[in-house]
């Protein structure tokens, strides 16, 4: 749990992108209309400073029907394009599933936490989860000594599933706000009243909750946990009198690399070469040139083995930078040599070949499976490692690599 806002590099619900569209969609009307007052009124200001120009030089304009009429239509136009986008997107954040096909979860929200009350299971038990995020410990000089921990704060849903949240706050108290970045919802959580909010997360994930309403005090370390699991494992704790999920606690990307024990031979987060590269950057130019000299045939793809010597000198190197760069800049027009197999884009046609950018998960699944030896060294292989944790690790990397 860090203290920043987590979750805006993923779009985890079905909404997520449609709210991020109208965002960017007023922000950028607002860049143009802001600028089309602006910029000329500065312009005007210079150049029809007092110093300059005299007032009987100035030439007594009424008006001009053309230029009124334009500066009226365009800008009318452009915010009805800003309401369609904002009123589409809100409608389906206002519009609530039928209750019969979603989970109901009740959320109460007080100084300074968040609680769940979940429908009766098939046993009769209510889970009622939450509580308050435990803050960290700090010493006198502002040093971190013990991290805050969430407890069993978070709120457990299914994946693919409507969610309805029954929001509200007790009657003594103030108002909150509850946002998952993650999912670009916001809602408002009342005393006295009860506000809905629903969603359908689409990734098995972690994400933070926060409140977005200034509260009091503690209103920063009002944090709890949103966890998206698979059906199964949703239906298996739904249906047990545990308050969290066993053994399934931690999902993210991050989690399962400790887990794992990727981290003892890759660092994540820095360039740092361990026993492995980092898993920072997808690949170094030193690396592209060694399976572009000795080819390659290692990774078990269908297509088989990369040919060595598909390209040679200056046109190796030049290649090499250019994908050791994640394929930015300017295309070497000798990348062509590449394309038939790892796409334009490098991305690996949709799984045919290993992309060459980021980590996607056809790329760890075939690591995982095969191990890899190349020219830093030997990975070992793990067979083991399941499909919605291997997507969770790719989700992750590719996230770093921004
Ligand atoms: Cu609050």
């Known amino acids: 749990m860090s203290n920043s806002l987590q979750g805006f590099d993923v779009r985890a619900a079905t909404f997520a992108a449609d709210v991020e569209q109208a965002f960017w969609v007023n922000f950028w009307i607002s860049i143009v209309l802001f600028l089309s007052v602006v910029a000329p009124m500065i ?28 500066w009226t239509l365009i800008p009318t136009a452009m915010l009805m394009v800003l309401f369609y986008y904002g ?7 206002r519009t609530m599933p039928a209750e019969s096909e979603s989970i109901v979860v009740k959320v109460e929200g007080l100084k300074w936490q968040w609680r769940y009350e979940y429908p009766a299971n098939a046993n009769g038990h209510i889970h009622k989860i939450g509580g308050a995020f435990q803050k960290p410990k700090i010493d006198d000089k502002g040093k ?19 969610v309805i949240l029954e929001m509200s706050a007790p009657k003594n108290d103030v108002i909150h706000s509850f946002f998952v970045p993650a999912f670009r919802m916001k809602e408002d959580v009342v005393p006295g009243r009860t506000t809905k909010q629903w969603f359908n997360a689409t ?3 972690e994400y933070d909750i926060e409140c977005a ?10 944090y709890s946990r949103l966890v998206v699991l698979p059906q199964k494992e949703y239906d298996a704790w739904f249906n047990s009198a545990e308050d969290t999920p066993k053994g399934n606690f931690t999902k993210t990307g991050d989690a399962l690399l400790q887990r794992h024990g990727c981290t003892q031979c890759h660092s994540i987060l820095t360039d740092e070469m361990k026993i492995g590269p980092s898993l920072k950057t997808r690949l170094s130019k030193e690396q592209v040139l060694h399976v572009i000299e000795k080819g390659q045939n290692k990774l078990g793809y269908d297509m088989g083995a990369m040919p060595a ?14 994908v050791a760069g994640g394929l930015k800049g300017e295309k070497p027009a000798s990348f062509a040599a590449c394309t038939a197999c790892h796409g334009e884009d490098g991305r690996g046609m949709g799984g045919l070949s290993p992309d060459l950018v980021g980590y996607d998960a056809t790329l760890l699944g075939h690591v995982f499976k095969n191990g890899k030896e190349g020219m830093i060294g030997r990975m070992p ?5 399941p499909e919605d944790e291997i997507s969770a690790i790719a989700k992750y990397l590719e996230n770093i690599g921004k």
Do not use: R
Request: contains cysteine.
């Open 43 to 70: 312009y005007f200001a210079w150049k029809y400073n007092a110093n300059k120009v005299k007032n009987e030089d100035v030439e007594n304009v009424t008006h001009n029907t053309a230029l009124e009429i334009a």
């Open 87 to 93: 009123y589409t997107s809100m409608q389906v954040l």
């Open 144 to 162: 971190v000594i013990e991290k805050g921990t969430m407890g069993i704060t978070a709120l457990y849903v299914p994946v693919n599933t409507n």
């Open 203 to 205: 990734e098995v994930g």
């Open 213 to 222: 309403e200034y509260c009091g005090t503690d209103h920063s370390y009002m």
């Open 309 to 322: 010597g598909l390209a040679t000198g200056t046109d190796a190197q030049e290649i090499a930078a250019y």
């Open 381 to 385: 292989a793990f067979p083991e490692i």
